[in-house]
């Protein structure tokens, strides 16, 4: 691997241990200060406290969450980070194993400035409702 390669792999291990851990500061400090990151293209939540509270939203509604880093690509100041996210639905009590990813655009200091994850909606809404 290239050096940029292994700082983008390793940015990605630390987001999904910090997501993993329930540590949503610590998925928090991996974006820059001013970072934003919208899921689906819906709401952007952008800088620091903004992160935290949707990361706590997130790990609230999985209890036992764990992220898993599928792999991970990059050109230039892009990465793209493929994940996995596991855990039980807090309110249905039912298991989740939902595919995504993460576009990220990278500041100089290697920190995502811009996230834009995306998910199979539909797939979540069958899985929270046990389909």
Known sequence: ?????????????????????????????????????????????????????????????????????NTTRHAGDRAVFLWTLEGHHADTGHFVSLPGWHEWKLDSDMKVHICRGFYDAEVLARQIAGA
């Open 1 to 69: 691997m290239t050096e940029k390669a292994d700082i983008v792999a390793d940015l990605a291990a630390r987001h999904a241990a910090a997501w993993s851990a329930h540590d949503a500061e610590a998925s928090a400090l991996l974006f820059s200060e001013d970072g934003s990151i919208t899921v689906n293209s819906t709401t952007t939540h952008r800088g620091h406290a903004e992160i935290v509270e949707s990361a706590k939203a997130l790990m609230a509604t999985f209890p036992d969450l764990k992220v898993i880093c």
